[in-house]
């Protein structure tokens, strides 16, 4: 996401969650602001630039970001989660997708919220669950880039619309996706 983003001439700076992840030694490499989090489960207003961020993009991250960060991205905030939201909140989504059967995964970008991937939607996609499919192989062969794809378009609707749409998530449709044992 950082490579596709920059590629398409946007200014970024990088909050990222350990210092020496491929997200922090490519903003590195590339010059870019860079700050790695105290606490890398929570992403707070002081962790992001001193001035204004028009869009924040949290792409497949577990940390959360507070209500004051938020609030500093003067046009979005939004973020990927590879499942078709409401369905499979939380952070093991890929493999609820496996566990219960679904024969269609899918991702979506969402406005970050006070709720966990409880956010209006911007965008969402699908795919079809092979049987060979594990969490590995779903990730990589759909999911992955289908984040990036989403998330490029979402930008992109920000960049010439000047806002990205936002539906509300069915209610009804809610399943959570806690992580599962290793015995599971």
């Not at 590195?28 to 992001?48: F, I, K, N, Q, W």
């Not at 609820?96 to 991937?117: C, F, N, Q």
Request: charged share 25%.
């Amino acid at each position: 996401m950082f490579r596709l983003l920059r590629e398409a001439g946007h200014d970024l700076s990088v909050t990222a969650t350990n210092g020496e992840d491929a997200l922090a030694k490519a903003a590195r490499a590339a010059g870019v602001p860079l700050t790695v989090l105290a606490e890398p489960r929570r992403v707070e207003a002081s962790d992001l630039p001193a001035d204004s961020v028009d869009v924040l993009v949290a792409a497949h991250t577990h940390a959360f970001v507070s209500k004051d960060a938020r609030a500093k991205a003067r046009i979005a905030s939004i973020g990927y989660h590879p499942s078709l939201l409401p369905r499979h909140r939380g952070i093991a989504a890929v493999e609820w997708t496996l566990r219960e059967k679904d024969p269609i995964a899918g991702g979506s970008v969402y406005h970050l919220s006070g709720g966990m991937d409880a956010g209006q939607l911007a965008a969402q996609e699908w795919c079809f669950v092979y049987p060979d499919d594990d969490a590995g192989s779903l990730w990589r062969r759909a999911l992955a880039p289908m984040g990036l794809r989403l998330l490029m378009k979402v930008v992109g609707e920000i960049e010439t619309r000047g806002y990205a749409d936002a539906f509300d998530q069915d209610p009804r449709a809610v399943t959570l996706a806690p992580v599962l044992q290793a015995a599971e």
